[in-house]
């Protein structure tokens, strides 16, 4: 327990910046996996579907959230791109 207001402030603000990098981590996690599956089921349209929806997720979460770094983001979409033009 905190003794000092500004500590109180402190956690208030930890617990809020936990809840939404887990939701952020959540959101992404659910993207990949489902892109991956369609990539595993030939599916080309439905894998570029979720592409774009994990690029702007990614993009957001390097750019404003600062949950992830520049390079990490790059990695997940260029992954995800190799994958989707291995279908073709």
Not at 15 to 30: G, P
């Amino acid at each position: 327990m905190a003794h000092m207001k500004n500590a109180e402030k402190a956690q208030r603000k930890a617990l809020k910046a936990t809840l939404r990098n887990n939701a952020i981590q959540r959101n992404i996690k659910e993207i990949r996996k489902k892109a991956l599956r369609a990539v595993d089921a030939k599916k080309k349209d439905e894998a570029l579907k979720f592409y774009h929806e994990l690029q702007q997720a990614v993009d957001k979460a390097s750019k404003h959230n600062g949950y992830m770094k520049k390079n990490t983001a790059a990695r997940y979409k260029s992954a995800l791109a190799k994958k989707i033009r291995s279908i073709a």
